[in-house]
Structures are given as C-alpha cells and as structure tokens.
C-alpha cells in the first residue's frame, strides 16, 4: 500500500525556518518524482515544489523561490521540505504527492507562521 | 503562468441526478508528446486531495466510472453521473504542462 506520511509542522515566528519530511513507503521511492503543494486555511491548492527521481533536478514557483528547498533520500526512503525565512502568507496544510500525477497525497501537516 | 478557471463555484445536486464542472485554460494543454495535461482531484471535507482523471481523460486508480471528463486543448469537463452522498467536496483541476503547475480554484458541490 502506498503512504506517504507528512511530519515536521508546527508554529514558527517569522523569518524563522523549518523543515518537513514525508516519510514514503509501499513503493519505489527512487523511481519517482516527489512534490509539495500547499494549502492555506479555507483557500485553494498552491504547488510549492517538485523533484525528480534521482534529485538532480528541482522546481518551485516564484512565491518561494529562494526561500524553499526541496530534496529526496532515496536510501531513507524519505523527502524533505526546508523553508526558510517563513512569511505569515505561508501558513497552510503542506501535503507532499507522488508523481508527476500528484496520485497519491499524504495527510498533511500544519504550518503556521505567527509572532 | 497558465490560469484554470473552473466554472461553477458551487453546485448543488440531488442524489442520483448529474453535475458537470467546467475548467477552461488560458493556454493549450496539448503537449508536444499529443498528451493532454489536465488533472483532476476532489478534495472531501478535512480530507487530503485525491486523484480522479489523469490526462484529461483517464480514471485514476479505484475511482469508480460515473465519473468522466472530455474536452478539447483548452476547454475541458468533468461530469458525474448518478451522484452519490460520498461525492460531496471541493473539485479543482489542474495542469502539468509547464512549471508553475497551477490549479483551478475549484468548484464545491453539495448534496441537496
């Protein structure tokens, strides 16, 4: 069964940093691209981060562009989101999805950006 | 960037009738490769999104066949047929042709 476990959220001042790991199993992690999209409370869904199989190659809209890094352990199994320099404009759900299909989505985890 | 733009905010249906969503783009979807790169998803309430069609036009995995979606390079549909109580959520399309990957706004339908 594939899951995909999200972990790393909580409260954080602005300007400070943070970062999420999504834990992957139940299929080859390796071989596929991971990505991040975001959610803020009672809005839409946002991409915020894509990166290939091997972790050669990583994307981002402009919003977090220099400010977000995403990357892959293919040897743990495991996805990592470090944000950096958080702005309240990003508190939201983050769910990281497999493939270029987004076709299956953790549960999520909360990020709030507050003084 | 590529806007989506769904159409209606809401609708509401009577169990066992049909709905349709419109998600109209502001640039061709039809990639070089002749695929068709729009996504759906339904997200149910406090529940992660999950994948519904896949290149326009193709059921994901374990979604059951009532629902269905058309369309042309820019203009697409996703009806649901027979609607059922577990339908219920926020719909919201989306595209992969092109970094930034944007969704639509969605479209939240309601059981009457």
């Known amino acids: 069964e594939v899951q995909l476990v999200e972990s790393g959220g909580g409260l954080v001042q602005p300007g400070s940093p943070l970062k999420l790991s999504c834990a992957a199993s139940g299929f080859t992690f390796s071989s596929n691209w991971l990505n991040w999209i975001r959610q803020a409370p009672g809005k839409g869904l946002e991409w915020v981060a894509s990166i290939n199989p091997d972790g050669s190659s990583t994307y981002y809209p402009d919003t977090v562009k220099g400010r977000f890094v995403v990357s892959k352990d293919n040897a743990k199994n495991t996805g990592y989101l470090q944000m950096n320099n958080l702005r309240s404009e990003d508190t939201a759900m983050y769910y990281c999805?497999?493939?270029?299909?987004?076709?299956?989505w953790g549960q999520g985890v909360m990020v709030t950006v507050s003084s | 960037d590529i806007v989506l733009t769904q159409a209606p905010l809401s609708v509401s249906v009577t169990p066992g009738e049909s709905a349709s969503i419109s998600c109209r783009s502001s640039?061709?979807?039809?990639?070089?490769?002749?695929?068709?790169?729009l996504y759906w998803y339904l997200q149910r309430p406090g529940k992660s999104p999950q994948l519904l069609i896949y290149q326009m036009s193709n059921l994901a995995s374990g979604v059951p066949d009532r629902f269905s979606s058309s369309g042309s390079e820019t203009d697409f549909t996703l009806k649901i047929s027979k609607v059922e109580t577990e339908d219920v959520g926020v719909y919201y399309c989306g595209h992969r042709l092109e970094y930034p990957l944007t969704f639509g706004s969605g479209t939240k339908l309601e059981i009457k």
């Open positions: 640039k061709s979807l039809l990639s070089s490769k002749g695929i068709t790169s």
């Open positions: 999805a497999r493939t270029s299909s987004f076709d299956y």
